[in-house]
Nanobody, 118 residues
Framework: QVHVEESGGGLVQAGGSLSLSCVIS????????VGWFRQAPGKDREYVAA????????YYGDFVKGRFTISEDNAKNMVWLRMNGLKPEDTAVYYC???????????WGRGTQVTVSS
């Protein structure tokens, strides 16, 4: 099985920064990459960013506009999401997910709450 665990959420003022981390573990392996998603109350889940374990491919949702940076540590099976210039509309539960060899996001963490106050 695979275990996915996020950490690093919290409360921050608008304009502030937070770093989220995600660790992938388990016997089924870490897949080919990791994605971050978010879901705000009453809204659909939204794609935030993704990275391959090789580190040479990163992807971002359109709303990010240079504010977020995704990075990885191969040795630790860990991925970070650095979020700068946070806005109240970034308030959501942020989820990390493993991307399997079929490119599907197949294992998900429980999420970490990010709240941005105005």
């Amino acid at each position: 099985q695979v275990h996915v665990e996020e950490s690093g959420g919290g409360l921050v003022q608008a304009g502030g920064s937070l770093s989220l981390s995600c660790v992938i573990s388990g016997r089924s392996g870490r897949g080919i990459g990791v994605g971050w998603f978010r879901q705000a109350p009453g809204k659909d889940r939204e794609y935030v960013a993704a990275i391959s374990w090789s580190g040479d491919s990163t992807y971002y949702g359109d709303f990010v506009k240079g504010r977020f940076t995704i990075s990885e540590d191969n040795a630790k099976n860990m991925v970070w999401l650095r979020m700068n210039g946070l806005k109240p509309e970034d308030t959501a539960v942020y989820y990390c997910a493993r991307q399997g060899s079929d490119y599907r996001y197949d294992y998900w963490g429980r999420g970490t709450q990010v709240t941005v106050s105005s």
